[in-house]
């Protein structure tokens, strides 16, 4: 039996026993921006909060594309989302090559080049890839000048979160 297959029977189990206020139009207080990895998937524990109350948008890296943004916008002006959280991670995947390398290996492995240059939104330091995607998010003239967008960095090893502060205007000059 395949995983889908195993997904496909585990959820029929799960229906006998949905419950349909769980259907109500969600009402999330704090959008989280976070990476794709399966390490990030206890978010209402990682950050003791309720299910319900977090839009989580996740992301390889975790980027904030233009889809990001777009998802952003909806969780901050329709759904009423009042703070905006950007959780990187240790150990991300995405550190290990780069956007060039990347597109020549599939070109390699596939044969077929055509797609290249594509985006994956590489990266070397979780720090600098935290300051730049508050800087993404804060920029955005959609997302609500009150709305508070902040970046932490969750450590795989200890499970801790920290949080990334812009660069003083001293340290960058």
């Given at each position: 039996?395949?995983?889908?297959?195993?997904?496909?029977?585990?959820?029929?189990?799960?229906?006998?026993?949905?419950?349909?206020?769980?259907?109500?139009?969600?009402?999330?207080?704090?959008?989280?921006?976070?990476?794709?990895?399966?390490?990030?998937?206890?978010?209402?524990?990682?950050?003791?909060?309720?299910?319900?109350?977090?839009?989580?948008?996740?992301?390889?890296?975790?980027a904030v594309t233009d889809d990001v943004l777009s998802e952003l916008i909806v969780?901050?002006?329709?759904?009423?989302?009042?703070?905006?959280?950007?959780?990187?991670?240790?150990?991300?995947?995405?550190?290990?090559?780069?956007d060039a390398e990347l597109n020549q290996k599939l070109s390699a492995l596939t044969g077929d080049a055509s797609?290249?240059?594509?985006?994956?939104?590489?990266?070397?330091?979780?720090?600098?890839?935290?300051?730049?995607?508050?800087?993404?998010?804060?920029?955005?003239?959609?997302?609500?000048?009150?709305?508070?967008?902040?970046?932490?960095?969750?450590?795989?090893?200890?499970?801790?979160?920290?949080?990334?502060?812009?660069?003083?205007?001293?340290?960058?000059?």
């Amino acid at each position: 039996m395949s995983i889908i297959d195993k997904a496909l029977e585990a959820n029929r189990k799960y229906a006998k026993n949905y419950n349909p206020t769980l259907g109500k139009r969600p009402a999330p207080k704090i959008a989280v921006v976070t990476c794709m990895d399966p390490r990030l998937s206890d978010l209402p524990a990682i950050l003791g909060l309720p299910e319900a109350d977090l839009d989580v948008i996740r992301t390889g890296g975790p980027a904030v594309t233009d889809d990001v943004l777009s998802e952003l916008i909806v969780s901050n002006r329709i759904l009423g989302t009042t703070e905006i959280l950007l959780l990187n991670h240790t150990g991300c995947g995405f550190t290990t090559f780069t956007d060039a390398e990347l597109n020549q290996k599939l070109s390699a492995l596939t044969g077929d080049a055509s797609p290249a240059p594509m985006r994956f939104f590489s990266y070397k330091d979780p720090e600098q890839n935290t300051r730049e995607q508050i800087k993404k998010v804060r920029s955005h003239p959609w997302i609500a000048k009150e709305v508070p967008v902040r970046g932490f960095i969750f450590d795989v090893e200890t499970g801790l979160i920290r949080e990334v502060h812009q660069a003083s205007r001293q340290a960058t000059a």
